[in-house]
């Protein structure tokens, strides 16, 4: 018996009004899993045997969010749940979607298609675990196994094989032989999906509290021969995994893989472009990455610590100690507030003022001068005062204005 929560009483009248008009529902997946391990609980899934057609003449106000997978919106007060029908699918031609959706009245038969045990459970409105498969004594073991046949699993959605071994590091479980061995047999399966949907596994893998052994279990089964720039680097990733420690962050464990990898800055953008990294978390990895390269030798001057911002250079502070060496925030906090300028739109000087006092056309050459007068700056050549800078532009710059 589980006790409910706030996420469970909210959504409760949902089921009773499902229930009242003759049908079954159930809480069931993610939510139950997690009530059971004592975690926080973000959202709650509802599974019932009505049909699509048949939960939109129930609620008022529904929206058809994948009702061809049998999932319908119902909208109530100020919140939302995901209704989905009980349902069984057919041959999947593509190891990632099933070629056909069939709805059935059976819970049994709904939670048969899942992919691990311990997300095969359903709870019922009096809090009461539904558990066909001994996902219950599978939490308790600290496993994950496939429901039934892992490998029927693994050709029904190739992806589950990514989401086995993320789940050995999000719950720090390790990864039934059985399970692990349909894996390593059919890891080949992964290049049949999406890049970004691996990614979303891949990432929470190295966010893991169990990172350590997940990654080992990632390397073992050769999953990462299939992923993008990690085939030839076997060794590399089993150093990565070695590193003690929870990586806190996305731009941390980009920045650590790379660091473990030793990818040079150019191939970076190359790197994590093939691993659809949006441009701007990509532009914040190569910041990250040039600075952690500088920090793991000497610590930041006040000319790296502005390139980087100082944001990111205490992400990098935090990844040292993954390296064996100490962090110094107190150091950083200072030095950034002696920074002179934190951005180039702090300088008192424009362009249109050294264009005045050169009487000079615009060109690259203004440009680069803004450039030195920014470093100047934060070396301590000059003050950023605009006559000093005017004075320092006349004598440093007088052989790089254009005519």
Wanted: glycine share 4%; hydrophobic share 40%.
């Amino acid at each position: 018996m589980i006790a409910f929560n706030q996420k469970f009483t909210t959504a409760l009248p949902i089921i009773e009004k499902i229930q009242a008009a003759g049908f079954e529902a159930y809480f069931v997946g993610g939510c139950v899993r997690d009530a059971l391990l004592n975690k926080e609980i973000n959202d709650v899934d509802i599974a019932t045997s009505a049909f699509p057609a048949e939960v939109k003449k129930i609620f008022p106000k529904t929206i058809d969010v994948g009702i061809e997978h049998g999932t319908v919106m119902v909208l109530s007060k100020d919140d939302s749940y995901e209704v989905t029908t009980f349902r069984t699918e057919s041959t999947y031609q593509d190891f990632r979607r099933p070629d056909q959706v069939v709805f059935v009245r059976s819970l049994e038969e709904d939670l048969k298609r899942r992919d691990f045990t311990v997300n095969a459970l359903a709870m019922n409105q009096e809090g009461q675990v539904i558990d066909y498969f001994d996902g219950v004594n599978d939490l308790k073991r600290g496993l994950i196994k496939a429901v039934g046949s892992p490998e029927e699993r693994f050709f029904e959605d190739a992806l589950r094989m990514m989401r086995g071994v993320r789940f050995v590091s999000q719950l720090d479980f390790i990864m039934d032989n059985e399970t692990e061995n349909a894996i390593h047999k059919h890891h080949a399966l992964l290049e049949n999906i999406a890049v970004e949907r691996i990614q979303v596994e891949f990432m929470k893998l190295l966010l893991g509290r169990g990172r350590q052994k997940a990654l080992k279990a990632f390397i073992q089964t050769e999953l990462y021969r299939y992923c993008p720039g990690l085939s030839l680097y076997k060794n590399e990733l089993e150093s990565f995994a070695a590193l003690e420690g929870r990586i806190p962050t996305r731009l941390a464990a980009w920045t650590m893989l790379l660091f473990m990898l030793r990818k040079s800055e150019d191939e970076v953008e190359t790197f994590l472009r093939e691993w659809k990294c949006s441009k701007k978390e990509l532009q914040r990895v190569k910041t990250a990455y040039v600075a952690l390269q500088q920090r793991i030798e000497e610590p930041l001057n006040r000319l790296s610590l502005y390139q980087s911002g100082y944001e990111i250079a205490l992400e990098v502070e935090y990844m040292l100690p993954f390296f064996n060496r100490e962090s110094d925030t107190a150091y950083l906090e200072e030095l950034n507030a002696s920074l002179p300028i934190k951005s180039k739109h702090e300088i008192v000087v424009s362009g249109h003022d050294l264009l005045q006092q050169f009487d000079a056309k615009p060109g690259k050459w203004l440009g680069e001068a803004l450039d030195k007068i920014e470093t100047a700056i934060l070396l301590g050549e000059v003050a950023n005062e605009r006559v000093q800078l005017i004075n320092w532009a006349d004598s440093h710059l007088e052989k790089n204005r254009g005519n």
